[in-house]
């Protein structure tokens, strides 16, 4: 079974980012393949490095937009591992529909690729542990969604969607509130049904944290002693573990293992979603090769 099997690409998000895509690349029409004899045609797509594919409902959606006749025969699913020279798809419709649809369609499915790729490799490195990878909302303005889709894809999970769903807490509202625990009690009495996360400085604070309550709590810039002391306090009676405890901030490769095995529950990371490197990805009219 596919990685992504079980979760659902947001459709209505589908449509508004394909609709605003093709509005911005074929403008009032595409002149280029106006050269073209609009006959039947066929095409495939073709993976052109290791990848973890993410994004089919978008690159779909751009097709069937231009040409809702078109025919799309998926040889991988959602989520699939794939391997460099792997032919992803073959597509049958109108051939000035399948160019003009071509650059949008690729540039969701190399995108949210390349999210769900680099997600993977994060969960891979700290398989075991028992920490979860979460992303943040360092996203591409109007992907969000999408590529948070990519990152559940990807095997990860989503921190918070926006600034509406999860109440946050850092040094600013403490400080508002005159101390930890009355900015806690200020947000539970005004956000009562939704999540709280609480960002600690010293130990001190995630005692204070702990015994206030909240759904999880963000142990930001500790050094590597500091952090360990932290799991063994939050795991102790009489918190026993009830709280979940995330790292964020100069996590990379190099740091991730020793971050996971030292106790913490979850890792969130900027770069899943910010350091968007795309996968090379081409759609090419004709048959596939071999």
Known sequence: MAAGAGIAPPLDVVAANVAAALAE???????????????????????????????????????????????????????????????????????????????????????????????????????????????????????????????????????????????????NHIRAYGSLTGAVGAARAMHP????????????????????????ILIDDFDAATRREAVRIAKSAPYDGRIPLEVSGGVDMATLRGIAEDGVDCISIGALTKHVRAIDLSLKLGPPPG
């Open 25 to 171: 690349d074929l403008g009032t029409g595409d002149v280029t393949a106006a050269l073209l004899p609009d006959g039947p045609d066929i095409a495939y797509l073709l993976c052109k490095e290791d990848a973890v594919v993410c994004g089919r409902p978008w690159f779909d959606a751009c097709h069937r937009a231009l040409d809702p006749d078109v025919r799309i025969d998926w040889r991988v699913q959602e989520g699939d591992r794939v391997a460099k020279g792997t032919v992803l798809a073959t597509l049958a419709g109108r051939s000035r529909a399948l160019v003009s649809a071509e650059r949008a369609s690729l540039n969701f499915l190399q995108t949210l690729s390349g999210t769900a790729t680099v997600t993977a490799q994060y969960v891979d490195a700290v398989r075991g542990t028992g920490a979860r990878i979460l992303d943040t909302r360092k996203t591409l303005p109007g992907l969000r969604i999408a590529q948070k889709y990519a990152v559940r894809i990807g095997g990860g999970s989503n921190h918070r969607i926006a600034l509406y769903d999860t109440v946050m807490l850092k040094e």
């Open 193 to 216: 049904s939704l999540p709280l996360i609480v960002e600690v400085e010293t130990l001190d604070q995630l005692r204070e944290a702990l015994d206030a309550g909240c759904t999880r």
